[in-house]
């Protein structure tokens, strides 16, 4: 058995067209490596912490996500096999490749500010959060206006 800490560079995450950065830079990895049945066993712990923008202010947003994973290899076993890691080629496991996709598969489908964040208005695009309100005055759309116009002629 053999424990080894690496310490990975990882392009950026891209969600929902917003790019989210490792904050710090380089992440910290744990990995194991042990010997199962003449199969190799990898396991990776990681915590990684991603900074952005929030998706419905885009003011700062920041988001921890931590796991760990397991994976087996055994250099005879058929691709398609349980056994075959996709992360193994040439006797090398792509540590980086794994830990990405570790992290993509912990990350929400919403990367927010706060739980509730309120947004931008749709209609003034102001913060919501900063400055609470609600276009309740409606100026009369100037179709409606010339349909008016139409009502009256009948
Ligand atoms: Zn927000
Ligand atoms: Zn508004």
Known sequence: MRDEGLEL???????????????????PVALRISQASGAAVFELRLRAHLTGPCMRCLAFAEIESGASAREFHDPD??????????????GHLDVA???RDVIALELPDQILCRPDCAGLCPVCG?????????????????????????????
């Not at 076993?77 to 040439?90: C, F, I």
């Not at 100026?139 to 009502?151: H, S, V």
């Open 9 to 27: 560079e990882l392009e950026p995450f891209v969600l929902g067209g917003q790019r989210y950065e490792l904050s710090p830079p380089l992440l």
């Open 97 to 99: 490749a794994w830990a």
């Open 77 to 90: 076993a058929p691709p398609a096999d349980g056994l075959h890691s996709d992360y193994v080629s040439d």
């Open 126 to 154: 102001k913060d919501l959060n900063v400055e609470p309100h609600e276009h309740t005055e409606r100026e009369p759309d100037p179709r409606w206006a010339a349909l008016g116009e139409l009502r009256d002629q009948l």
